[in-house]
């Protein structure tokens, strides 16, 4: 499995954790409630679905129809994913993995995306992770800028400015929370169905979109998932 496929996993497990839901709705809160999916297709979604279902951590349940022109002219009811009991335990045992990946960009989104389902100690130790991997390329960082300063142009010195400023930013956002999270505080006031939408810096850092942003418009499929 792909990191990218494990990420998509996780995040489909996260919301049906919440509620049953259909594919174009999954969709949906997955391009609005987690930036690092915003560009993806049914083409990616399905497959996922379907491997989930055969490994018994979703079961799939006919949608219903309401309306009667829908059911005149034939068209299938949509199918509603539920997440099985071995899916909640799997993906509890997920979330409480705190391994490197949970550090990396994407993987980190979404993991933020989910803390208000993850324990406190968990958190604690992916915020601190997650801290710890951008010190360590923010130093790397300000040494490559130091050796090729002088050889740089003024434009291409500021995009490594640029650079090195939005990791900085995320570095003093990353210790907000950890001290939050040290006095106990949780941040849910803006969480929408459980899951997060925090914001944090874009780009090279990989973060979260903030609250408000609207994906670009979709056509539901009515056939599919």
């Not at 690092?36 to 018994?56: E, I, Q, W």
């Not at 299938?76 to 490197?100: C, M, N, W």
């Not at 400023?165 to 939050?180: A, D, P």
């Amino acid at each position: 499995m792909s990191r990218r496929s494990g990420i998509l996993e996780f995040a489909v497990l996260g919301l049906l954790r919440e509620s049953p839901m259909h594919g174009y709705e999954l969709r949906k809160r997955l391009n609005t409630s987690l930036g690092v999916f915003r560009a993806f297709s049914y083409g990616t979604l399905y497959p996922c679905l379907k491997t989930l279902v055969a490994n018994g951590w979703l079961i799939e349940e006919p949608g219903n129809i309401t309306e009667p022109a829908a059911t005149l002219a034939g068209r299938r009811a949509k199918i509603v994913y539920r997440l099985t009991a071995d899916g909640k335990e799997h993906f509890e045992q997920l979330l409480s993995q705190t391994g490197p990946d949970a550090y990396e960009d994407e993987h980190f989104a979404a993991r933020f995306a989910f803390f208000g389902q993850t324990s406190r100690d968990v958190r604690m130790r992916v915020l601190e992770g997650r801290r710890s991997r951008l010190e360590e390329r923010l130093e790397k960082m300000r040494a490559s800028l130091a050796r090729t300063r002088e050889r740089l142009d003024d434009y291409t010195l500021e995009l490594q400015r640029h650079g090195m400023e939005s990791v900085e930013r995320e570095v003093r956002w990353l210790n907000e929370l950890i001290e939050s999270e040290r006095a106990g505080r949780d941040l849910r006031g803006s969480a929408t169905g459980g899951s997060a939408q925090q914001d944090t810096t874009s780009g090279a850092t990989g973060g979260l979109p903030r609250p408000g942003d609207d994906p670009r418009p979709d056509t539901p499929d009515d056939t599919a998932t």
